[in-house]
């Protein structure tokens, strides 16, 4: 982005990108003229440069989203123009053109860090599509990396911190339905960061200036929750002693997440579905039916399918809330984040207490990356912050974290293990235990697959995979549930 821009915008979500800013570099004043008059008109900001001198005053003085050189130059050539962009502008996207290509020459542009290669004469509609594509793929890593930042730097969400594909492919949904209107289920293990997700949706879309009002219905008593969700008329029953606005007045316009939704009770079930239906609400007591501006968040850390099935959630209310639906990832398979997500605990803590964090060196960082954390990233976070308040020294040794594990961890081997004198498969041994504890899982499960993965700490991706593996799924297809 151009240096004069701001990283995000402090009072709302997601930066808007700017037209991209190209440079184009060629000793042929009429190609730059076609190329200039070509981008231009595609809505791009564009720059022009006779040599390589001075494009590299140009990149001395902005930051380009893609640079279009030739690769046949006075003075500096292509090739050494994409070396030296790469290392005053790493990231910078670089296209090189030719009129003398060759295989050759392709390939040392590519190892230079050029992102594509043209020859000359070539088609306008293949040039604009080759660099609409580019700064397509530019603007996606923009878009994620500022998420990233606002999320981080703003809104302190650790647990939306992290580079691995799952993570990346959440800030990709985030973005994506941040400014529609339909609602979204949120789904995840407890500690994943539902509500977080929840409030950079709010805070990254439309509504960003008007309320967010979490509701967490697992805490609400069943007697109390018609009147806390719609609100009261004064005299509605005792205890009423004046009109009461509910939440979904108060986040009209705005958004209202409905967290552990799986917990409302089966009567509020069937009034949340017609306010949803409607977009309209009456109080306890009230006869006036009041207009409501609705975007609902939902969460849940259940098996929603599965209520759905047995008939414990109501499968209209569920098809009206599952219009997107967003799978937050449990740690345990995102465990490359460990390393950045201690690194933000600790900055968090340092500036907390105001002093020199012990550091957790790559052998403990080994360890925890080796732990299931079946309290995912709460667990993670509880756990350094425990590490790092009886620490006894300025380096955390796994020795320090073990007593915070669970005493299971890592299992142990209950039997003395005996070699024969021949030796064993270890590979064909494994196997076999695999299978043992994937059909007992199936049968603790009766049959259901989802709850079986659960049951061996496996997402149901991984479990699923071994059961083609091992052709277990095969052996008895009547059974083969996936709820």
Do not use: W
Not at 21 to 33: H, P, T, Y
């Amino acid at each position: 982005m151009p240096n004069n821009l701001p990283e995000f915008e402090i009072a709302a979500g997601l930066l808007k990108l700017p037209p991209p800013l190209i440079l184009v570099i060629d000793d042929e004043a009429s190609m730059r003229e076609f190329l200039e008059i070509l981008l231009v008109r595609q809505g791009y900001q564009v720059k022009l440069a006779a040599n390589g001198l001075e494009a590299l005053e140009h990149c001395h003085r902005f930051h380009f989203d893609l640079v279009i050189t030739d690769l046949k130059l006075p003075g500096l050539d292509g090739i050494e123009i994409t070396r030296k962009i790469q290392k005053i502008a790493p990231g910078t996207q670089v296209m090189v053109i030719t009129a003398f290509g060759s295989t050759e020459s392709a390939v040392e542009a590519m190892k230079s860090g050029a992102c594509d290669y043209l020859e000359k004469p070539f088609q306008v509609e293949e040039v604009k599509l080759r660099i609409a594509n580019n700064l397509s793929r530019l603007k996606l890593e923009q878009e994620n990396l500022l998420l990233r930042r606002e999320l981080k730097t703003r809104l302190g969400f650790g647990a939306l911190i992290g580079n691995a594909p799952v993570m990346l492919r959440v800030f990709g949904l985030i973005r994506q339905v941040a400014d529609t209107q339909s609602n979204v289920l949120i789904v995840g293990e407890s500690g994943t960061g539902k509500e977080l997700v929840a409030r950079a949706i709010h805070f990254s879309g439309s509504r960003r200036n008007a309320p967010f009002v979490p509701v967490d219905c697992s805490a609400i008593p069943e007697t109390l929750i018609e009147s806390e969700l719609f609100g009261h008329e004064k005299g509605a029953f005792t205890g009423a002693v004046r009109t009461k606005p509910g939440l979904f007045e108060v986040s009209s316009g705005g958004t209202i997440f409905l967290d552990e939704i799986t917990e409302l009770p089966s009567p509020m079930q069937v009034k949340l579905l017609r306010a949803i239906q409607e977009h309209k609400i009456r109080r306890v007591g009230g006869t006036k039916e009041i207009e409501a501006d609705l975007r609902i968040l939902a969460a849940t850390n259940r098996d929603i399918d599965e209520m759905v099935e047995t008939g414990k959630f109501r499968e209209d209310l569920f098809y009206r809330l599952n219009v997107i639906r967003l799978e937050l990832p449990p740690l345990r398979e995102r465990q490359e984040d460990i390393p950045i997500l201690v690194e933000h605990f600790r900055g968090l803590l340092a500036q907390k207490s105001q002093k020199t964090i012990p550091i957790i060196p790559a052998e403990s960082l080994e360890l925890l990356k080796e732990y299931p954390f079946p309290g995912n990233v709460r667990e993670l976070e509880n756990l350094v912050e425990r590490v790092v308040a009886l620490a006894s020294s300025d380096r955390i040794l796994p020795e320090d974290i073990y007593p915070h594990l669970n005493p299971n961890f890592p299992p142990e081997i209950s039997e003395p293990v005996v070699f024969p004198p021949e030796g064993i498969n270890l590979e064909s041994q494994l196997e076999a235990f695999e299978r043992k504890m994937i059909r007992a899982a199936l049968e603790k499960s009766g049959g259901k697959k989802k709850k079986a993965a659960g049951l061996l700490g496996l997402s149901f991706r991984s479990f699923r995979y071994k059961l083609e593996k091992y052709g277990i799924g095969s052996e008895n297809s009547g059974e083969d549930q996936e709820s």
